[in-house]
């Protein structure tokens, strides 16, 4: 016997959200790893406040083709990048604030994904090497 057209709806509605999450887990993860700016929460951390464990953390977000230390990665390089062209903070602080026991690991990872040491990136006011600045493509003459 089937259930009246109104209870399947209800019952539909509270499977949607599940499902919106299995479908972009990334984005949930993305979601935990950035929500305190001042720490970035470890894999066992993240699992627990999605309500999975960490081998079903890591077999989805395996399937949406990402991993838990890229989306780590995706985020320290994005936050070191506004902390040293929007802050005063020294490497070992901005390396501290991510995560690195030492700003020599935090100073290969920045040169890893960015092409140059975070001094530089800093001297050269937040704009990496090889990419002019969206002001100076706009007035420059063509």
Not at 2 to 12: D, F, I, L, T, Y
Not at 54 to 76: M, P, Q, Y
Not at 82 to 97: D, K, P, S, W
Not at 121 to 127: A, I
């Amino acid at each position: 016997m089937s259930a009246p057209a109104g209870n399947m709806s209800a019952v539909h509605r509270d499977r949607l959200p599940r499902k919106m999450i299995r479908a972009d887990v990334a984005g949930a993860v993305r979601d935990e790893l950035v929500r305190d700016p001042a720490a970035i929460p470890d894999l066992p951390r993240v699992a627990a406040a999605l309500f999975l464990s960490v081998r079903t953390l890591s077999r989805r977000l395996n399937a949406e083709g990402t991993s838990f230390r890229a989306l780590v990665d995706d985020v320290r390089r994005s936050r070191s990048e506004h902390l040293l062209g929007r802050t005063r903070m020294t490497t070992e602080q901005i390396a501290a604030r991510l995560g690195y026991a030492e700003s020599a690991s935090f100073i290969r990872a920045f040169r890893r994904w960015n092409g140059c040491p975070p001094q530089e990136f800093r001297s050269r006011g937040g704009q990496l090497p090889g990419r002019a600045s969206a002001l100076a493509r706009a007035v420059r003459p063509r």
